[in-house]
């Protein structure tokens, strides 16, 4: 209950209804609500950024919807970080790590400090990636340049897809009759779309990028094989 009341100060919970004898009543809608802090702070999300979340839903959301809305969101929430010493960040990436190789680790958001200076909390989806680019021939700068691009149209991305998907898929859920099976569907569809979109964003991506390559350096394009069938008479050899 103390809970409860702490995250209604946080605007976390909307304020109970109040029954005979003032006595605060919380409702489906607010196991539903409370459902999903449970699953965002599972998922290593903190208090202030699951207050901006919830901000951002419907005011008229319904506890049957948010149910969808938790099934639809899970599968897309980033991994939960971790936190590693740095002997156990070794032996997870397999070299040693000097002072330099965790600053950069931390300009490029692999890992950040907490507050004992022996810890780090680490993303694990990033870690492998950034310890790569500790040995590639660039500038700090220019990691961090590109890594803000790539940040810039992601979200772009992510936005439109979010209002496509709202508009095609969740709006229809809203104004259907209430069913349980809703749930388990859209956290069918939900787990299948993220491979398909993730997949069709890294082809989308390699396409573009070796046409920008071409663009490029147009003497280097490497000649594509000749895919046309064989001349009988050049595999059997002439008399």
Known sequence: ??????????????????????????????????????????????????????????????????????AMVVSWLPHTLDESTREQLAGRVGRRLTEDDLARL?????LTATDDPAVFRVDPALLHLGVRLLDVPMSQDSILAARQVV???????ARELRRLFRDEVWQPYRVWEADPEQVEQMRSLSAHM???????????????MREELRDTFPRERVPLPDRRPADPEESTGRD
């Open 1 to 70: 209950m103390r809970t409860i009341r702490f995250y209604g100060t946080r605007g976390l919970l909307p304020p109970p209804s109040i029954g005979p004898r003032r006595v605060g009543r919380y409702g489906p809608d607010h196991l539903s609500r409370l459902a999903l802090i449970e699953e965002l702070q599972h998922q290593g999300m903190t208090l202030s950024a699951i207050e901006r979340y919830l901000q951002g839903l419907p005011d008229d959301i319904t506890a049957h919807e948010l149910a969808i809305h938790r």
């Open 106 to 110: 931390e300009a490029m958001s692999v």
């Open 151 to 157: 940040q810039e149209h992601a979200r772009a991305t």
């Open 194 to 208: 993220q491979p398909m979109v993730l997949q069709a964003l890294v082809t989308a991506f390699q396409r573009s």
